[in-house]
């Protein structure tokens, strides 16, 4: 059964028409020569204990967002927790932010940095945009990762919130040992 698509962008992207269904239980998606049903994915889920304890952790985080093409566009960034979000402070004038301005789909990963064999891997969106003038979120992450506040402040600076949809830890049988 074909979903009623109630309206398709002008814009051609990857091959694919961009159609928005406003039906139940379904979210915009890739019109590719036939009408696609998509379910609903972008149900927040709790942040797993073990995903969580590495992200609490002054561990360095891989941060994935979208560029306007779609393609991906990586970045190292320090991350907070609060409550089931995660966040990532930046200025709206950075490419990661204008990314997560315009796409709120983002992928994370963060490594132990004591045991590079353990791992997390998570996928979200943002849900909210704090103003972050005063550095009020950023100094808890630069003191979390330098043991100082952070240095820059200014009208372009915001905070991120991003909820979880799907998260995973693994931890490798291996023993760091290079040599």
């Not at 991906?72 to 004038?93: D, F, M, Q, Y």
């Not at 979120?137 to 330098?146: A, E, F, I, R």
């Amino acid at each position: 059964m074909a979903t009623r698509v109630v309206a398709i962008s002008s814009q051609l992207r990857c091959g694919a028409w961009r159609y928005t269904n406003y039906g139940e239980g379904v979210r915009s998606g890739w019109l590719m020569g036939a009408l696609v049903h998509c379910p609903r994915r972008d149900v927040a889920i709790p942040i797993p204990v073990d995903v969580r304890e590495l992200l609490e952790a002054p561990n360095y985080v891989h941060l994935s967002t979208l560029r306007a093409d779609g393609s991906p566009r990586n970045w190292v960034v320090w991350v907070g927790v609060e409550g089931e979000h995660i966040l990532i402070c930046t200025s709206k004038a950075i490419w990661k932010g204008k990314d997560m301005l315009r796409d709120p789909r983002v992928a994370l990963s963060v490594t132990d940095r004591d045991d590079p064999y353990r791992m997390a891997a998570v996928q979200g969106r943002v849900v909210e945009v704090r103003p972050d003038e005063d550095c009020r979120y950023m100094d808890q992450l630069s003191y979390k990762y330098t043991g100082e506040p952070f240095p820059g402040r200014g009208p372009d600076r915001v905070c991120f919130v991003i909820a979880v949809e799907k998260a995973a830890q693994r931890t490798l049988g291996f023993t760091h040992n290079p040599g």
